[in-house]
Each structure stands twice: as C-alpha cells, then as structure tokens.
C-alpha cells in the first residue's frame, strides 16, 4: 500500500477535494510546462497547507525565496488580505517572466513583486518585517536563507522550509550532495537558534517523499 502509486492517488484525492485548483492555477501550471520550466513547485496540497499557514498568521506581508513560474506564490498571495503585499526573488529572467505573467492573470500582479537577481544580492535590499517566509530555493544557501528570514521577521513570523527530507537522505551525514548538506546545515542552524521554535513534517505524494521545516520566530 505505501508506495509512490498510492501516494499519487491520496494526493489526487486530497487535491480533487480539499486542495481545488482553478483557471489561474492550471494555467500557471501549463504555461511553466509550456515555457520548460521544470515541474518541481510544490503540489496543490502543499500550495494549499502554505495558504492556510500564513492565514493563520495572520499575514500582511509575505517573503518567498525560489518564484519558479509563480505557483506557490499564488497559493501564498492569496491569503493575503486587502493592502497585503508578497515579495518573491528568483535568481533565473526566464522563471521570473514566466511568473510574472502567471500572477498578473491569477489578479495578483500588484500585489506580489517578482525581484530578479540572487537572492542574497536581494535580500539586503528588503524592508522588513515580513509576517511569513517560504524558503524553497537553492538547498545550500538554506541556512544563509534562515539568517535573513530571521532578520527581516518579527516576534510572530513564521518560517517555512521546503524539501528537508529529501527521500531521507538528510539523515546521512556522509553525504556528499550540496543539496543534503545545506539541509542538514539548515538543521542544525535551526535546532540551535534561540529565537524560533521549530519542527519538520515529512511529507508524501505526488513529489515523492520529502518534508517542510516550521519555525516560528517566538523572541
Ligand atoms: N517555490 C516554487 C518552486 C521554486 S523552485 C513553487 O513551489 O512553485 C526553485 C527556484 O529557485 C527556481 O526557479 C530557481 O531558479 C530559483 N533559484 C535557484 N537559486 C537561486 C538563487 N540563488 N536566488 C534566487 N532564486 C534561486
Ligand atoms: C526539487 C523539488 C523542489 O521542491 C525544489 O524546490 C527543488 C527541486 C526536485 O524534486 O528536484
Ligand atoms: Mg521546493
């Protein structure tokens, strides 16, 4: 029963339910294919739990780090209330044109501002504080992407980290891959920061086995 084919299913399940997509949605989703972006932004389950997150904080002001073709960023603008505003950095010209177009259609082309460049070059420039953060871009700049969310946050924010489990692979300390060493670096970056408490979910379906870092900023 758990195999990746159930997990697909659930996820269906879950998404044809709970997790609706609409017309700005699935249009984000077939332009990012149509331009050869690759298809690895998070899943309508997972769009939809980042929603609900920065609702229940509350969110008034939104950073996320990694726009690809802006379907995250959708799922996040959107619980946004009036005035709200979403800043969104991404290192390629393309990715970012891509999502640019894909939020104007979805209504959202005021309020969330696409900024092209590394996003440690961006990142200096922001003005905080920001309600909630998403990181979910490259993994080995995960802690250095921790630092400035914490920096731009406020007692209350909340943080959240993308693809930490990685099909377990986090847990192998020996690893030689960028990706499993910024995670694992992000980690304890987390465990030993005072200001936040934290903890990691893991999470199947139709992305495979992976997982998502809470910390909330309490101090
Ligand atoms: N959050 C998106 C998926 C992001 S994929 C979603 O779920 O819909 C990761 C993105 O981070 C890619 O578009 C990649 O180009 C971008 N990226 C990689 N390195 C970066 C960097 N140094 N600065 C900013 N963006 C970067
Ligand atoms: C992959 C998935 C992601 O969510 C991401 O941000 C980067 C890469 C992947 O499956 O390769
Ligand atoms: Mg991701």
Redesign the pocket.
Known sequence: MSDRFVWSAVDDFITSSLARSDEALDAALADSAAAGLPA???SAAQGKLLHLLAKLAGARSIL??????????IWLARALPPGGRLVT????PK?AAVATKNLERAGLGVVADVRVG???DSLPKLDGPFDFV?I???KG?NAAYFEWALRLARVGTAIVI?NVVRDGKVIDAASTDANVIGVRKLNERVATEARVSATTIQTVGHKGYDGFTFALVTS
């Open positions: 690895i932004q998070v996320e780090v990694g726009t690809l073709g802006g379907y995250s960023t950095l991404e290192i390629d990715h590394k996003a440690l998403f979910d871009a490259d700049n993308d």
